[in-house]
């Protein structure tokens, strides 16, 4: 389980297949074999981990299934890739609770300053785009945002300058793929509401 709030940024350093090795800040002391790391806010398991400068180097297997419902399938050497530990208990909660399980994929459609923050908009699949409401929460890259508002496929989020350093959103731009998780909640009620009908 995950709350959304990027803790670094990470780098990919290799791929063979599915197997993908990247660079972090972590402290690789602190990372056990099998611990849950989102990566662009995908859930993955750390299956080699090693001490790599003042970070460290750690790989992940991932399915031919998560390949291509993710943008993972793309990544690339060098590319930067938004990173979050597992919440522990007693963990501040500081963005909602995200699963890492991606719903989707949503397309970035405009990207334009507004003060010293950015306004995105995007646009999602209507199986996803239903889960989406104004003021609620979705995870995009493993980032937990606000949603400004609706309009049909489409939401917009605004990004705030902390957020578009500390995370991969400041190079961003309109046309990119961005993983998606909907709001937990949302997708519950939504079901639920299928059984009253």
Excluded at 100 to 115: E, F, M, N, P, V
Aim: hydrophobic letters at 40%; aromatic letters at 6%.
């Amino acid at each position: 389980m995950f709350t959304g709030i990027i803790t670094d940024i990470g780098e990919v350093i290799g791929r063979e297949g599915g197997r993908f090795a990247l660079r972090a800040n972590y402290d690789a002391l602190s990372i056990d074999l099998g611990a849950s790391i989102a990566c662009d806010g995908v859930c993955l398991t750390v299956t080699s981990v090693r001490p790599d400068g003042k970070g460290c180097a750690f790989t992940l297997d991932v399915s031919n299934e998560t390949l291509s419902k993710t943008t993972i399938g793309g990544w690339e050497t060098g590319q930067a890739i938004n990173l979050e530990r597992a919440l522990r208990a007693g963990d501040e909660l500081g963005g909602h609770i995200v699963s890492g399980h991606i719903d989707g994929l949503a397309r970035i459609q405009s990207a334009a300053a507004d003060g010293d923050s950015v306004r995105f908009v995007l646009e999602a699949l209507p199986e996803q785009a239903r889960f989406i409401a104004p003021k609620g929460s979705v995870a995009l890259d493993g980032t937990s945002l606000t949603v400004n508002e609706v309009n049909g496929n489409r939401f917009g989020i605004n990004l705030i300058p902390h957020t578009l350093t500390q995370t991969t959103w400041g190079r961003k731009k309109p046309g990119d793929l961005v993983n998606l998780e909907v709001d937990m909640f949302a997708r519950y009620v939504a079901r639920l509401l299928e059984f009253r009908s």
